[in-house]
């Protein structure tokens, strides 16, 4: 349609909106008048009549919906169009708009394209017979009132479910968008995730080599060089072990990330597990002169899990608590049977963890405030790795700790029978 003889009164408060919505009408061919609110409208229309009166709500002294009642209620300009532009689309709001008598209800979020083609439509009403209409409708436990003209309210009526459409379609259009970038997401991560696993597995090999040889030169030279040079082998067999570290730790988000983390479940003693594991550290804990205790509550019988995945998790707790306790103290790892459940958990009696440093913990590369008493580091995914693991094994994983008094970390799973352990290796 050709706008170029159409006017428009343009009544709104934000200067942002404002602009916006004169740019779409004067691009159009629209000559826009504007108002910053209902008052100001209602002055302007006591010296000129636009074709159509577009409004906003929400708006300072006078608001739209009293601009509409106004202008309904003056004889020069009963019949003057009016559409509601808002933000606003509660079904009340909308059953405001025919109260008042507007002629279309409009939302912000809709298609430009619409507002163009009500502006279009409202040209044409204003020629229409006006046929009285009285009656009620019950919305949301309100009765309301509405009384008026049939064919304007109609064309509201009309006007919202086209608005409904468009914002269904809009909502739609958004959805589906939103489905490709997830897929296309989903792709990538799968990418990034053999890449990962592909360079940190190719990685591995030649650390392992690197750090062999530094532990074997530690050992045989160690009263054949000098002090300097041993300091060097040493430095180089602490650094590669933490690269080694590393990438299994990167190897192992890969892993559950790709969703392929499964487990080789096995009858397993706890009790002789968590013994040779604390033999294992007592190399680590003895360099801070840290004992580790192991406090079985109970006997606790043979039970069904996977071996390698729960002596990480032990290992992830007892190097955590070696590197933030200091020297002298002691940590205690507790074993026993808690409802039907397995529950362990590493108390040390280091520096503690704040509240926000709690929010923290067992998320991917996340790091609290404490320190390590030695300048040990950490990458930030051994906890995440803890969590997923048990998670696989239908357990949970949670803390308690206050600062300047220690921490304990949990972990905890069901017990399961035989038959469980059956079902699984047959899978």
């Not at 079904?91 to 708009?97: D, R, S, V, W, Y």
């Not at 009500?118 to 009620?136: C, G, N, T, Y």
């Not at 103290?329 to 026993?336: F, K, N, P, Q």
Request: aromatic share 6%.
């Amino acid at each position: 349609m050709d706008f170029s003889q159409v006017s428009v009164l343009l009544v709104e408060d934000s200067k942002t909106q404002g602009l916006l919505l004169k740019k779409l009408l004067t691009e159009n061919g629209i000559q826009v008048h504007e108002a910053g609110d209902g008052r100001e409208a209602l002055d302007k229309l006591e010296h000129f009549r636009p074709d159509v009166v577009i409004s906003d709500v929400c708006m300072p002294r006078v608001s739209g919906f009293e601009l509409c009642r106004e202008i309904r209620s003056k004889e020069a300009l009963k019949d003057l169009p009016v559409i509601i532009y808002t933000v606003l689309y509660d079904p009340k709001e909308m059953l405001t708009a025919l109260e008042v008598g507007a002629d279309y209800f409009l939302t912000k979020s809709s298609a430009h394209e619409l507002l163009l083609h009500f502006i279009e439509e409202a040209l044409h009403i204003r020629s229409r017979r006006s046929i009285p209409i009285d009656l009620e409708c019950f919305v949301r436990g309100e009765v309301r009132r509405i009384e008026g003209d049939f064919n304007r309210v109609m064309t509201l009526f009309i006007s919202t479910y086209e608005n409904a459409v468009e914002r269904n379609r809009a909502v739609e259009a958004a959805d589906k968008k939103v489905r490709e970038n997830n897929i296309q997401l989903q792709l990538l991560d799968k990418e990034k995730n053999r890449f990962l696993a592909m360079a940190a597995h190719d990685l591995r090999n030649p650390l392992g080599v690197i750090q062999g040889y530094a532990e074997f030169l530690e050992e045989r030279l160690k009263d054949q060089i000098s002090s300097e040079c041993m300091d060097m082998v040493h430095t180089i067999q602490l650094s590669t072990q933490r690269i080694l570290q590393m990438v299994n730790e990167f190897l192992d988000v890969s892993v559950i990330e790709s969703g392929q983390l499964t487990l080789k479940t096995e009858l397993v003693d706890l009790g002789e597990l968590f013994e040779k594991n604390i033999q294992l550290n007592q190399i680590l804990s003895d360099k801070k002169q840290i004992k580790i205790s192991l406090d079985k509550q109970g006997e606790v019988p043979q039970v069904i899990c996977d071996r390698d995945k729960i002596e990480q998790v032990l290992t992830n707790y007892v190097t955590n608590a070696i590197k933030y306790s200091d020297p002298g103290t002691e940590v205690v790892i507790h074993l026993g049977i808690n409802d039907q459940n397995v529950e362990f958990s590493v108390e040390d009696h280091g520096q503690g963890l704040s509240e926000e440093d709690l929010s923290k913990l067992f998320k991917r590369f996340s790091k609290t405030t404490a320190k390590t008493t030695a300048g040990e580091q950490s990458v930030g995914l051994g906890l995440s790795i803890v969590k997923k693991m048990v998670e696989a094994h239908d357990g949970k994983v949670w803390v308690e700790s206050e600062r300047g008094k220690g921490s304990r970390f949990y972990a905890s799973f069901p017990m399961k029978s035989d038959s469980s352990l059956q079902k699984d290796q047959a899978a």
